[in-house]
């Protein structure tokens, strides 16, 4: 087939009525298909059914140091799950605290710290003026949307092959002490599935913030959800590069079990140098009572250490890839020699990110959705839902059967091409 | 025996020479005991052992409203834990969210988002100069850490036989408008065990505040906590008697399962009005993907209905008895005729409010101490940790065995003579 572009004014109107009739017989079936979200399906939650197993009423209920895990007592969580979320993260397990069943919940709970209280003795953002995040992008809607929440300015950071643009990072944090932090998705980010190359995570390591309470979210959501065994990104470690550099205060790193054992039911954790996890658990203290310890020792216990974390990732593996791969074979088929978008092709993470055509994204999403196929809404992936370009397009593959992604993948084809026509057309 | 008041010096001395012999062989012993914490023992812990049985591999994961427990989705809890949390609240269920594992991770948040975002489209409390909370006291030391922790003023209001002092609540709330909330753990309180009043519980609801964003944080943490199945007290509902006074959105109620199921791995819930609840979960959908529905539905199998929960609330009961009865006979055996001290007989919570004279709660904790037993600290139960009379000690029965328990209150009793001896022999 010839690239769109390349078609005369009647050649495209004849592409589009042939389109236009497929739409008009796929959107009669009345699918209702949902690509929109990146939540597991039900076969990756069945991978940890016999978790619930592992705790029952035979179960020693004493951890490794001697506490009742029904009762309570300890902030920082129990040793054997610090274990393994510290052997995830790669951190020592003092450097780690798990928390509950949502690392978002500990993010947000940083941020309204660091708002209410100030960030190690240093004046609350609450009373600074003008108070900005940044937000690389296309990103995670949900970091975008805390930062909006208390009011900070967002502040769009074009996303590179390889990471933020850094250049433009170093800029802001290293000149504008209004400028407080950052959000990050370095390995497998949501959408795009870049993983930071060694060049940007030392450059992250090296900043030499204008604000002494500028911090890095590192939202390690993805760092061991690879699609392939033989076909792995490698992200360095963010603690090590920072010793290096002797600025071991700059990064908050997060991750959870959400993508691991049960969506929501999970335990998570946060990583921080010796003197951020003082301060976190100081107010913590205040904060809660402590996190589930019971669900803490279910985790553990099922695992038994981080190797078993690991070879359980292969499982979810082997269900996720031939839903990517079928989705990324039928933009393939359907969209590769047409010259009207882009999408990645990503080595792990939840997303495939898609670019159509300038100011065709919402056009395209909004057809989906009238023939039953709902995707994430278009400028989601962007600070204040914003999308500049209106061309990002988050595909979420995980959670429909392999099936529905086909039917959905192709219906979303099918609207792509019509859209993008019609974009072409009004400009001839 | 004399009372020891009316002794003479050479009376008291004698006495006192014999009460420090007896100390003497106590301390000997080696004592290693603890008064000090609200903790459910290991036998009430026991209780609900077979709850882990309840969900394993072959259990239905799909929820009343068809959503699978295990996946992402439902901000406000699942219907099934709802309607008992709503039961056990006797309110809507719409009216209920059900969240994590800590009820006072919820107040601290409600106070925190006042403070960042304010209260229903009032100026947030971070904007506002000299923000003050009520305190009842004695009362709840994490209650008070919280508003603490926000540099907001503690004011303590006095308790009284049937609830805080409301002439004075009134006096502040209704005319100073930097009052903005009240703590309050409305039946058996702790740490004196003192239900509010159907009168103190109208007032409360007949509140006129000079704050349009002031609040009551209704805590009502042991809600079906009775020690006797025969003796109970009642707490009027707050929120039909806000209904009355048209004042729906004056309060926060809150509960836990801590002190049901599992301490720190329960459930628990906030109730509110419907304008409060959406407020509530506007922001709550920032702050979390959601809490734990696993255990959720763990709860809601286990107990059936709110009807379940009361059955099991006898057995915690049949448990805690024996413990409060053991102390209380040993304090009335020691000290009955003795005038230097008084003691609440709750007929359900957690704890025992022991009031000692002026000017010896610490030294009595500091010799228990001494002597192995371990106390909360003297003035805890106070805002920033300081009674001004010196004289409140809060004991906590639940945690040790009866005979510890038995042995402690002994010790116990023998160091309130002798710290009273003295501080009467000071002034002879």
């Keep these: 087939m010839k690239s769109f572009k390349q078609m005369t004014k009647e050649e495209l109107l004849e592409v589009k009525e ?106 609350p953002w609450c009373k600074q003026e003008n108070v900005k995040f940044l937000c690389p992008a296309p990103g995670y809607d949900r970091h975008f949307a805390i930062s909006e929440l208390f009011g900070f300015e967002l502040i769009t950071i074009p996303m590179k092959e390889d990471g933020p643009d850094m250049d433009l990072v170093e800029k802001y944090v290293n000149n504008d002490p209004s400028v407080k932090g950052i959000w990050t998705v370095p390995k497998y980010s949501n959408p795009q599935g870049v993983t930071y190359s060694d060049e940007v995570v030392k450059r992250f390591a090296a900043l030499k913030p204008a604000a002494k309470d500028f911090r890095i979210f590192w939202d390690n959501a993805y760092i061991i959800h690879d699609l ?127 670019e159509s055509m300038t100011g065709c994204a919402k056009a395209i999403v909004d057809k989906c959705a009238k023939a039953g196929v709902k995707l994430t809404g278009a400028g989601a992936t962007f600070p204040y839902k914003k999308d500049p370009n209106d061309s990002n397009i988050r595909i979420a593959p995980s959670f429909p059967t392999e099936e529905e992604m086909s039917e959905a993948a192709k219906l979303f084809v099918l609207c792509v091409k019509i859209v993008s026509a019609e974009k072409l057309l009004e400009n001839m």
Tied chains: 1, 2.
């Design 228 to 354: 392939y065994d033989d076909k792995k990104d490698t992200l360095l470690n963010i603690f090590d590069e920072c010793k290096k550099t002797g600025n071991e205060n700059l990064v908050y790193e997060f991750c959870s079990t959400s993508k691991v054992t049960f969506a929501g039911a999970g335990i998570s954790a946060v990583a921080a140098s010796d003197e951020n996890i003082a301060a976190i658990k100081k107010v913590m203290g205040i904060q809660t009572i402590g996190f589930d310890k019971i669900n803490q020792m279910m985790h553990a216990r099922y695992f038994k250490n981080v190797e078993g974390v690991y070879e359980h990732m292969k499982k979810h593996a082997s269900l996720l890839r031939p839903k990517f791969e079928a989705v990324l074979n039928i933009f393939n088929d359907g969209l590769k020699d047409l010259d009207i978008a882009t999408w990645t092709n990503p080595l792990g993470g939840y997303f495939i990110s898609f």
């Design 18 to 123: 042939q389109l236009d009739k497929e739409y008009s017989e796929a959107a009669a079936k009345g699918l209702k298909l949902d690509m929109s979200r990146g939540k597991p399906s039900s076969k990756q939650l069945d991978l940890t059914r016999d978790m619930l197993d592992v705790l029952n009423s035979e179960s020693d209920m004493i951890s490794e140091n001697g506490l009742d895990i029904r009762n309570y007592g300890v902030l920082d969580g129990i040793p054997e799950a610090k274990k393994i979320m510290a052997d995830i993260l790669q951190v020592s397990p003092d450097n780690v605290i798990v928390c509950g069943n949502a690392s978002l919940n500990i993010m947000y709970t940083l941020v309204s710290n660091a708002y209410s209280f100030g960030v190690l003795g240093n004046e």
